[in-house]
């Protein structure tokens, strides 16, 4: 895994609080975000634990993430890369982002086309 310097200072520009919720653990989360080069730039990780083992797109671990950092949902802009964990975050008031990676597909050539 390769450090992102361009997401890094993408982050660094957005002036908001930042959250990583993942499905995942606290642990995984740290070592990925080590690992990318944007430690340092979240408040807070809220993981699988957080959410007694219900994951998303259950409607529960969203409130209880809005509860846990003191989220005001109609100010918040809720990014994914799932688009069915979408769907929780705008039933609450957050505007959604689907935010959808290319990287694992093989484009075809100009002589495949």
């Known amino acids: 895994m390769e450090k992102d310097l361009v997401l890094r200072e993408e982050l660094i520009k957005l002036d908001a609080r930042k959250f990583v919720f993942t499905n995942g653990s606290n642990d995984h989360v740290k070592n990925v975000i080590k690992h990318v080069g944007i430690d340092g730039l979240f ?5 699988i634990k957080d959410c007694n083992l219900i994951p998303k797109p259950s409607l529960e671990p969203y409130k209880k993430l809005v509860k846990k950092f003191g989220i005001i ?3 918040t802009i809720f990014i994914e890369d799932i688009a069915k964990n979408l ?4 039933k609450l ?3 959604t982002v689907w935010s959808v990676s290319y ?4 484009l075809p050539t100009n002589r495949e086309v």
């Open 43 to 47: 408040d807070g990780i809220f993981d």
């Open 73 to 75: 949902p109609e100010e």
């Open 103 to 106: 990287t694992h597909l093989t």
């Open 87 to 90: 769907e929780p975050a705008k």
């Open 93 to 95: 008031g957050m505007k």
